[in-house]
């Protein structure tokens, strides 16, 4: 309620966007409402409902986002490029789990360039939100789930190198050179296997 004028003659055609927040602080857009024409009092009473993914793991939602925006073509934008009337977070950390919570939003990040100085009028989203929670066992690691999908994998056990002799190597008179022999894992690990001095002659 209270969105701000377009212009001095025209009102808002707003619409919301809602966005949840993982706990990785990464943004996934869950729900877009209806672009309703010329109000300022919008009433979308649009409901949703949005399952988390499995493969999310433990970075889940523990947050809402919700965005108002203007739009003049009444076509709003999937992501929210339209003009910006103002947004508010709701932290669902301590929501109960399965009970419905009404929230009074007053909106925020904009303020309304056709009003006077000191006369800025407060904007409000009114939501309610019901969460729900599943109590599973923690995933294992990565590595070991791809041991696990393995029937079968082939690994190194032993490596046998035979280091001949180098060629033209131009050294400081005063140098010791070596030969160093790594070798390289999948994980990306270097592991030094082999250190032996090389003799002039």
Known sequence: KNLVWRDRFAKSNPYCIVKGIRS??????LFKTCCLEKTQFPKWNEEFEFECPAQ???????????????DDALFPSEVGTDV?????????????????????????????????????????????ICIRHEFVPKPPPPEKLILQSLSTCTRVTEVEVNIAK?????????????????????SGRVDEVCRRPINHR
């Open 166 to 186: 180098v060629r033209n190597i131009r050294t400081r008179s005063s140098s010791d050179p070596i030969c160093v022999v790594r070798a390289v894992t999948l």
């Open 56 to 70: 999310w793991g433990v970075n889940q939602i523990v947050g809402l986002k919700f965005v108002v925006y203007h």
């Open 24 to 29: 990785n602080n990464h943004l996934v857009t």
């Open 84 to 128: 910006f009337l103002g947004g508010a977070d709701v932290d669902l950390c301590d929501a109960v789990s399965g009970k419905w919570a009404r929230h009074l939003l007053p909106l925020g990040g904009f303020e309304d360039p056709l009003a006077k100085t000191g006369e800025q009028t407060r904007s409000y989203l009114s939501v309610e």
